[in-house]
């Protein structure tokens, strides 16, 4: 069955929502400005700690936390929501070999990794292979977010790292999901070109997701009603969980009460 999965974005050490597509320039402390481009759907004036106080009410697991950029800030913001329930939340920006056991250490249930596992675009399973061992398999979540590209007329979807800039050559496909389910406990993937928009879900993604992988997917990227859950639950078989981001009341949406999709997870 479909849940509802949480997320807590915090970038430049607030909690925000931010259109996905257009987060282009790091945030850390050496950094003046950020791009023109960037587009910011909600910033919060409240603490991480109160956005996962409600995930732990609610008993929302899966939630995933991502740290967007390398500001020091939010790292600070994010140990902040682990410690309101230990154990509970995946973390995820900037993950590699050299941290990801600190933040187990500190209350993730996961690590969540993207772009370390492609430097330079290019898959490595000599790192995997070294967070494996560093963490554990049952640690692991690889974030497989990803852009739309045609080819020869088909419809194909490619892994896009930093911050969902660069589009790699790794297509997402049945042989992929297989091979990566050996070294992880879940996948999670953005649709980038989707992503803040509040325009609708990418279903063609989702239906794929449910055919390539064994075992759970997180799907994020579009969703704006509550009844998106069912929709997802209908066209995955179950097998798909959802996220909601700027949609949400809680994050300054208009289009899903946070009560209605805890409510769905409760009912289902």
């Known amino acids: 069955m479909t849940r509802f999965r949480g997320c807590i974005d915090i970038h430049s050490g607030q909690v925000k929502q931010i259109v996905g597509g257009t987060l282009s320039s790091d945030d850390s402390t050496t950094t003046t400005t950020i791009t023109d481009t960037l587009a910011t759907n909600f910033v919060s004036t409240l603490p991480s700690s109160h956005y996962a106080s409600l995930y732990k009410k609610h008993n929302v697991t ?46 993730a249930s996961h690590v969540i990794v993207t772009s370390w596992l492609f430097p330079d675009g290019v898959f490595s399973q000599e790192r995997l292979d070294i967070l494996v061992k560093t963490v554990g398999k049952e640690h692991i979540v690889i974030d497989l977010s990803c852009r739309t590209k045609i080819v020869n007329g088909v419809k194909k979807w490619y892994v896009a790292t930093n911050k969902w800039q660069t589009v790699t050559d790794f297509e997402l496909n049945k042989e992929a999901f297989d091979s990566l389910s050996q070294y992880c406990d879940e996948f999670l993937v953005h649709a980038a070109d989707v992503e803040g928009l509040c325009q609708g879900i990418d279903e063609e993604l989702v239906e794929k997701l449910a055919e390539w992988s064994d075992i759970p997917v997180t799907y994020a990227g579009g969703a704006k009603s509550v009844e998106d859950l069912e929709r997802v639950d209908k066209i995955s078989h179950g097998k798909v969980d959802l996220t909601y981001g700027s949609a949400l009341d809680i994050f300054g949406g208009k289009l899903v009460k946070f009560a209605d999709a805890c409510g769905w997870n409760s009912k289902h």
């Open 62 to 107: 899966g939630t995933h936390v991502i740290k967007l950029g390398s500001n020091t800030q939010n790292d600070e913001v994010a140990l902040e929501a682990l410690a309101t329930w230990p154990n509970a939340f995946q973390i995820g920006g900037g993950i590699n070999e050299t941290n990801a056991m600190f933040w187990i250490e500190k209350g």
